[in-house]
């Protein structure tokens, strides 16, 4: 395995780095979704979507010192668009899950009492797929065998996500809401079901890498 896949590489470090800030922000998003069932349009919540706004803006920065390194040590460009496909898809991950904050903002949405257990259970469901997707890219410097097991673990979490969207989605438009609050909350179940839709495509880009490193 070429000397860019080794754990002594620069851009490994800077890439854990990357990858320990994505999971940060993960995380302040599960929390800010939380304040928000707890307190609903607070101010709380509205700092806490720009407390996870700052932390994916600080992933953000290291992504570009990491496309910066590779580019500065004229790396093999196969495997430099590897790592550069593989950040912009995890990056996208991080994207859908800011732009439910903002959905839920802009739209002044409120979540029915009776519905807000199945949100979030899919809440949790889908950042577990994106925290197991951040361990294969963690894998893939070291192990590349396992990283399909990663691959397997997303895509069941992913297969869940759906029969979860699937359901809240009929429990929706089985109730005594008006047409215009059924249709925003279809279009939130499904924003917050693309963050494991998206998880997926990383850990196929995974697959893919691994692959042919280990070809």
């Given at each position: 395995?070429?000397?860019?896949f080794?754990?002594r590489?620069?851009v490994?470090?800077?890439?854990?780095?990357?990858?320990d800030?994505?999971?940060?922000?993960?995380?302040?998003?599960?929390?800010?979704m939380?304040k928000?069932f707890?307190?609903?349009?607070?101010?709380?919540?509205?700092?806490?979507?720009?407390t996870?706004?700052?932390?994916e803006?600080m992933?953000?920065?290291i992504?570009?010192e990491i496309?910066?390194e590779?580019?500065e040590k004229?790396?093999?460009?196969?495997s430099r668009?590897d790592?550069?496909?593989?950040l912009e898809?995890?990056?996208e991950v991080?994207?859908k899950?800011?732009s439910v904050?903002?959905?839920i903002?802009?739209?002044?949405?409120?979540?029915?009492?009776?519905l807000k257990?199945?949100?979030?259970?899919?809440i949790?469901?889908?950042?577990?797929?994106?925290e197991?997707?951040?361990?294969g890219?963690?894998?893939l410097?070291h192990?590349l065998k396992?990283?399909?097991?990663?691959?397997?673990?997303v895509d069941?979490?992913e297969s869940?996500?759906?029969r979860?969207e699937?359901?809240?989605?009929?429990?929706?438009?089985a109730a005594?809401y008006?047409i215009?609050?059924?249709?925003?909350l279809?279009?939130l179940?499904i924003?917050i079901?693309?963050?494991?839709d998206t998880?997926e495509?990383?850990t196929?880009?995974?697959n893919?890498?691994?692959?042919k490193r280990?070809?």
């Amino acid at each position: 395995m070429e000397i860019f896949f080794s754990k002594r590489n620069k851009v490994y470090e800077i890439v854990e780095r990357y990858l320990d800030k994505m999971l940060e922000a993960a995380e302040l998003f599960k929390k800010t979704m939380e304040k928000y069932f707890e307190t609903g349009l607070s101010r709380e919540f509205i700092e806490m979507i720009e407390t996870t706004h700052l932390s994916e803006s600080m992933a953000d920065d290291i992504r570009r010192e990491i496309e910066l390194e590779m580019y500065e040590k004229s790396l093999i460009p196969e495997s430099r668009g590897d790592i550069l496909g593989l950040l912009e898809v995890t990056d996208e991950v991080m994207n859908k899950a800011q732009s439910v904050l903002y959905q839920i903002e802009t739209e002044n949405l409120e979540i029915p009492q009776e519905l807000k257990d199945d949100f979030i259970k899919l809440i949790h469901n889908n950042i577990s797929a994106f925290e197991v997707a951040v361990d294969g890219f963690r894998i893939l410097f070291h192990n590349l065998k396992a990283v399909r097991e990663k691959v397997q673990e997303v895509d069941k979490r992913e297969s869940s996500s759906d029969r979860m969207e699937r359901d809240l989605i009929r429990k929706i438009f089985a109730a005594n809401y008006d047409i215009g609050k059924k249709i925003l909350l279809k279009d939130l179940v499904i924003e917050i079901g693309n963050i494991s839709d998206t998880s997926e495509e990383v850990t196929d880009r995974l697959n893919i890498v691994a692959a042919k490193r280990m070809v």
